[in-house]
């Protein structure tokens, strides 16, 4: 079986513009989750998908956004970029959601210069 | 608002002793305890999961211990292995309706050979 797959791995992009990251989750998976993870902020939750609806939303600014397709891939959107959204952007995918056991990717690395 | 914490950002151990790697929470309404194993360059794995109607749960080396009234839980590895080294986030969700899983900052592993 396959497994979560994202892409691109590594972004590099300026202050103020917009970016788009990609996960296809494991066949099957209905639930994708995006957490964002910086040094000594551990993961933190952005939102999560569950057959194309936004269940859940962490706190971040309304500039972090996210969709999910019928096919249950989802795309995570950061407009206007700042310097502080360098990290590491990771997707989990799993049957139904957080308190069962999810799969992550390998993350895309995002750097705002 | 730090709702799960694990205040040791790093831990060294022996080959063959036993990890102890700890986990607190503030939250009463979580529900579900995941630990998670993450190497560089990699998203993180799965390990071991408990509920909160159980006070241990066993998968070979790794046991989980929950103490529900201290809002504390503990992952054990026994034997430690050098390929252990990596670093564990402890996460928790509110379990079905609230499936965000929130995570501590992790505890980096080192096992000295």
């Known amino acids: 079986k396959a497994g979560v797959t994202q892409t691109p791995r590594y972004l590099i992009k300026t202050r103020g513009q917009q970016v788009t990251l990609s996960c296809s989750p494991i066949?099957?998976?209905?639930?994708v989750s995006w957490y964002q993870q910086t040094p000594g902020q551990g993961l933190q939750f952005l939102f999560e998908?569950?057959?194309?609806?936004?269940?859940n939303k962490g706190n971040f600014p309304g500039r972090f956004s996210g969709r999910q397709f019928s096919n249950s891939r989802s795309e995570m959107n950061v407009s206007t970029l700042e310097l502080g959204d360098s990290a590491l952007y990771l997707c989990?995918?799993?049957?139904?959601?957080?308190?069962?056991?999810?799969?992550f990717g390998p993350g895309t690395r995002l750097t705002v210069l | 608002d730090q709702q799960v914490k694990q205040n040791s950002p790093s831990l060294s151990v022996q080959e063959g002793r036993i990890s102890i790697l700890n986990c607190d929470y503030t939250?009463?309404?979580?529900?579900?305890f995941l630990w998670y194993k993450k190497y560089p360059a990699e998203g993180p794995t799965f390990l071991i999961s408990?509920?909160?109607?159980?006070d241990k749960n066993e998968d070979g080396r790794f046991t989980v211990f929950l103490n529900k009234s201290a809002k504390h839980l503990s992952l054990h590895i026994v034997p430690s292995q050098p390929g252990d080294s990596a670093v564990y986030f402890c996460?928790?969700?509110?379990?079905?309706?609230?499936?965000?899983?929130?995570f501590g900052t992790g505890t980096r592993l080192t096992i000295i050979p």
């Open positions: 989990a995918s799993s049957v139904a959601g957080g308190y069962n056991e999810q799969f």
């Open positions: 996460a928790a969700s509110g379990g079905f309706g609230n499936e965000k899983l929130t």
């Open positions: 939250n009463s309404m979580f529900d579900y």
């Open positions: 998908y569950f057959s194309e609806t936004q269940r």
């Open positions: 066949s099957g998976h209905r639930s």
């Open positions: 408990i509920s909160s109607i159980k």
